[in-house]
């Protein structure tokens, strides 16, 4: 009874709110969903407008305006650009390379650390951007759509991919190292063919040790002690309590089969005449076994006649060692 009380008063509750919501919903008016879909519509205009380019290495880039494509060949370290065109006659589309840029010689060479390889490349404004890094050092180079070189920039430090802000008008380089972070900044507000590098930062952020943060957090040390300590001595309570209760069951198995063995000592059993207790056979039926196992072995050998046969055996002459052979024979 308590339970279907229970129960009809958590279904009055609940269909008081969803009606409540239902109710809420048909009074909100036309105006108020107007106006949220308009935001709704700005917001997508916006983001259509803005251009969104991620920080994350590229080895395919493709311009809709130009049928420009650019693309990373690894393999041979170099830079492709290809072109889409019609196929004459047809209104069937083909790509064909145009022009191959070596980044970096990179065959017969033993210092592989300092070859530049091609991280990441894209089409900015009409022209092909694309960034190459070894194990020290990385470099950005600006080309023409036809590959003709416009602005080349070194720096320090291994980058892997960039970024450009059509706002700001600022092409971000971005790399990770051993000890945190790099990031170089270079200015496009006149546009790629008057990139300025002279007030270009360059920005780096290094790692905090984890050495730092617990000393940021225990300057005397003494919770790390605190730590450090009771992790041993619970390590060392709860190895010792394993192994005693280990211990244990390993004594009671063992007890357990020591215990079923003296009862079967104590208590013989007699079955098919055969005696469980050596205290119960006498002295004659040892004998009597003891006699039959000796005839038992005699008879498994055969009887033999000791008779000697000798046999005089001549020796024959052998002439190995006469010195009679070993004289030379000369014919008069």
């Known amino acids: 009874m308590n339970k279907n009380i229970i129960l009809s008063f958590v279904i009055a509750i609940l269909s ?106 894209a089409i900015y404004e009409n022209h092909i951007v694309y960034l190459a890094s070894n194990r020290d050092s990385s470099f950005v180079r600006v080309l023409t759509l036809e590959g003709n070189l416009k602005e080349e920039f070194r720096f320090n430090g291994a980058a892997s991919a960039f970024s450009y802000d059509n706002n700001a008008k600022k092409l971000y380089i971005a790399g990770d190292n051993i000890a945190g972070y790099n990031v170089f900044e270079i200015d496009a507000e006149n546009g790629f063919d008057n990139v300025n590098i002279s007030n270009s930062p360059s920005l780096n952020y290094v790692r905090p040790k984890k050495a730092d943060e617990i000393k940021k957090h225990d300057p005397t040390g003494g919770g790390l002690t605190l730590i450090a300590v009771l992790t041993v001595f619970s390590s060392l309570v709860i190895i010792f309590l394993v192994l005693k209760v280990f211990g244990k069951i390993i004594m009671a198995i063992q007890n357990r089969k020591d215990r079923k063995e003296k009862e079967n000592i104590d208590k013989p059993k007699h079955k098919e005449g055969i005696i469980k207790n050596a205290s119960d056979v006498s002295g004659e039926e040892f004998a009597a076994i003891a006699t039959a196992i000796y005839l038992y072995n005699e008879e498994l050998h055969d009887e033999e006649k000791a008779i000697l046969t000798i046999n005089k055996v001549a020796k024959v002459y052998s002439p190995w060692s006469s010195k009679m052979h070993n004289m030379n024979v000369y014919r008069r």
Do not use: C, W
């Open 16 to 121: 008081f709110f969803f009606a409540n919501i239902s109710f809420a919903q048909e009074n909100r008016t036309n105006a108020q969903l107007q106006k949220e879909i308009d935001d709704l519509k700005h917001q997508i205009a916006t983001l259509q407008n803005e251009s969104y380019d991620p920080l994350i290495p590229q080895s395919f880039a493709a311009d809709s305006k130009t049928n420009t494509i650019v693309t990373i060949n690894k393999v041979e370290n170099t830079l492709e650009i290809l072109s889409i065109s019609k196929q004459e006659g047809t209104n069937k589309k083909i790509i064909k390379k145009d022009t191959v840029i070596l980044v970096d010689l990179k065959e017969g060479r033993h210092d592989l650390y300092a070859v530049y390889t091609p991280m990441s490349v």
